[in-house]
T-cell receptor, first 114, second 114 residues
Framework: QKEVEQDPGPLSVPEGAIVSLNCTYS??????FMWYRQYSRKGPELLMY????GNKEDGRFTAQVDKSSKYISLFIRDSQPSDSATYLC??????????????FGKGTLLTVNP | DTGVSQDPRHKITKRGQNVTFRCDPI?????LYWYRQTLGQGPEFLTY????????KSRLLSDRFSAERPKGSFSTLEIQRTEQGDSAMYLC????????????FGPGTRLTVL
């Protein structure tokens, strides 16, 4: 079993839809949870990060972490064609632990159709 | 542009040749990371530097791979005697020590080994 599991999709939605992306993980040492967006043949771009459990909102994006279930989500409201990309979840341990590397999911390919 | 830069963006080489990639991090970032990403997968950690010291290496980093960060500024990743299995996107990221979970990635170097 991989440390981080993410459904690779592809996921296709109409413009304006609410998109739900998620990851599960097995390593209870993970404390930081990130979402990256990666356009084709580009480097990943950090969208949001969350520490421990809870919700965080930034514009049209909401990140949720449920450590008891080892489950994280990213919601995109009012999705736009420009949101079409691969979304990667990433996780890291706390300072004093493996606080250097990010462990990524495979990424979910999202297409938002006009 | 004050982001992470990588050079070259693309490299095509023949099996058995040596290749070297360069990464210039965000200037105030003291941590620099190297990741490898293959098609349909998320980035996988290879190694990282705290200033000029290389502190961790993944077992993915075989003896044919070597990385340096002289003077704690730019970094180079060299692959000796390339193999077809080395074909991948090589990503560099940087962060502050206290913000290790906020890693900012460069555009990557896409390596093709023929």
């Amino acid at each position: 079993q991989k440390e981080v599991e993410q459904d690779p999709g592809p996921l296709s939605v109409p413009e304006g839809a609410i998109v739900s992306l998620n990851c599960t993980y097995s390593n209870s040492a993970f404390q930081y949870f990130m979402w990256y967006r990666q356009y084709s043949r580009k480097g990943p771009e950090l969208l949001m990060y969350t520490y421990s459990s809870g919700n965080k909102e930034d514009g049209r994006f909401t990140a949720q972490v449920d450590k008891s279930s080892k489950y994280i989500s990213l919601f995109i409201r009012d999705s736009q064609p420009s949101d079409s990309a691969t979304y990667l979840c990433a996780m890291s341990g706390d300072s004093g632990g493996s606080n250097y590397k990010l462990t990524f999911g495979k990424g979910t390919l999202l297409t938002v159709n006009p | 542009d004050t982001g992470v830069s990588q050079d070259p963006r693309h490299k095509i080489t023949k099996r058995g040749q040596n290749v070297t990639f360069r990464c210039d991090p965000i200037s105030e970032h003291n941590r620099l990371y190297w990741y490898r990403q293959t098609l349909g997968q998320g980035p996988e950690f290879l190694t990282y530097f705290q200033n000029e010291a290389q502190l961790e290496k993944s077992r993915l980093l075989s003896d044919r791979f070597s990385a340096e960060r002289p003077k704690g500024s730019f970094s180079t990743l060299e692959i000796q005697r390339t193999e077809q299995g080395d074909s991948a996107m090589y990503l560099c990221a940087s962060s502050l020590t206290g913000g290790f979970f906020k890693q900012f990635f460069g555009p990557g170097t896409r390596l093709t080994v023929l």
